[in-house]
């Protein structure tokens, strides 16, 4: 039999939220197809350990966790395709999702797209990157054993690099902006008193220097202005993220910053079209949230489901 191309519900994206929102649209018999990108399974494929998911006492690997969500809502019969999507088109019912072979219909649509590392945008990052600049600890650490590696950011996932760096590097150093830490207690405790991590406050990273590979960073303190080299073999950047929206401008109410536009966390502003997880959410930003959110969006894509049969019945019984 071939692959379905319409389904009542399409989901785009495939980390906790839209792997949830499967699980849940599978469990109501909806055969959703999921299309999870050809980078699947979203930020947690790009961690390390997760200590903070409920339910695993002592922690699991992102990667093996998102492996777990994606068996789960395959065994309720979601169809999960590892491809892109590259434009949608909302204006039109059912709604419709192309990818670069194919195009889909759908009676609803639910966003999960998360958000992307950020980079700094500085002279040397875009041509050292994978040689020495880097936005993922967990797939580039391991190259740079006995090294010195600098890590600029000051989140949880900056202090969470940082530590996971520890393990490779002979000296990792922290580069922030501020002369505080944005990142939980326990995460910025944990970083502070490692005798393997220092910090360098209030100081801003002005370029990446080296031919093949990366060898210095052109530091410039905010405060004073001066500048400095500090020499350093690998950076690995951890600013944060921006979301995953391009494919929905112009189709879906986006904020400045490129979020997309809810009023109850769960709805966009067309009717049919749900959103879950990153893509939205700029205040919690957690794996459990996602998840949580991707059930929501399941279960309102089935009760909008449910009115367009009550309204379709309606109208042939009055027809
Ligand atoms: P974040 O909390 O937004 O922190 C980003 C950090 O990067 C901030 O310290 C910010 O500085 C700095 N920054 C932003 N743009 C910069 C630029 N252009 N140049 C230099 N520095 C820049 O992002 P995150 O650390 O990725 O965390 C995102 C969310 O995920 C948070 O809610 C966090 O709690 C969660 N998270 C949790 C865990 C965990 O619990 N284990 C791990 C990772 C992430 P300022 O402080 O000056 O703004």
């Known amino acids: 039999m071939p692959a379905p191309t319409h389904a009542k519900v399409i989901i785009i994206g495939s980390g906790p939220a839209g792997l949830t929102a499967a699980l849940y649209a599978g469990r109501a018999n909806l055969a959703p197809i999921v299309f999870a990108g050809h980078m699947y399974g979203g930020q947690l494929m790009l961690t390390t350990e997760v200590e903070n998911y409920p339910g695993f006492v002592d922690g699991i690997m992102g990667p093996e966790l998102m492996e777990a969500f994606r068996a789960q809502a395959e065994r309720f019969g979601s169809i999960i395709h590892n491809v892109d999507v590259t434009a949608v088109d909302f204006t039109k019912r059912p709604f419709v999702v192309r990818t670069y072979e194919d195009e889909y219909t759908a009676d609803s649509v639910i966003v999960a797209t998360g958000?992307?590392?950020?980079?700094?945008?500085?002279p040397g990052e875009a041509r050292?990157?994978?040689?020495?600049?880097?936005?993922c600890a967990t797939c580039d650490g391991a190259f740079f054993r006995e090294k010195h590696i600098a890590v600029v950011g000051g989140g949880d996932s900056a202090m969470e690099e940082a530590l996971f760096l520890t393990r490779f590097g002979r000296k990792v150093t922290v580069i922030h902006r501020r002369d505080s830490l944005r990142a939980s207690k326990i995460m910025a405790d944990r970083a502070l008193n490692h005798e393997k991590i220092s910090f360098i406050w209030n100081t801003a990273v002005e370029e990446v220097i080296g031919e093949d590979n990366t060898t210095a960073l052109r530091l410039k303190n905010l405060i004073d202005g001066e500048e400095t080299t500090l020499a350093?073999?690998?950076?690995?950047?951890?600013?944060?993220?921006?979301?995953?929206?391009?494919?929905?401008?112009?189709?879906?109410t986006l904020d400045k910053a490129g979020y997309i536009v809810s009023d109850d966390g769960v709805k966009t502003n067309v009717e049919g079209v749900f959103v879950a997880g990153d893509v939205y959410d700029i205040r919690y930003k957690q794996a459990v949230t996602a998840a949580g959110m991707g059930c929501k969006a399941a279960i309102d894509a089935e009760k909008y489901l449910?009115?367009?049969?009550?309204?379709?019945?309606?109208?042939?019984?009055?027809?």
Request: aromatic residues 6%.
């Open 128 to 135: 050292l990157r994978g040689r020495g600049v880097s936005t």
């Open 115 to 122: 958000a992307s590392a950020r980079w700094l945008d500085i």
């Open 306 to 319: 449910e009115s367009l049969e009550t309204h379709h019945k309606a109208a042939v019984s009055v027809g």
């Open 232 to 252: 350093a073999d690998a950076l690995f950047i951890a600013i944060g993220h921006d979301p995953n929206t391009a494919i929905f401008s112009g189709q879906l």
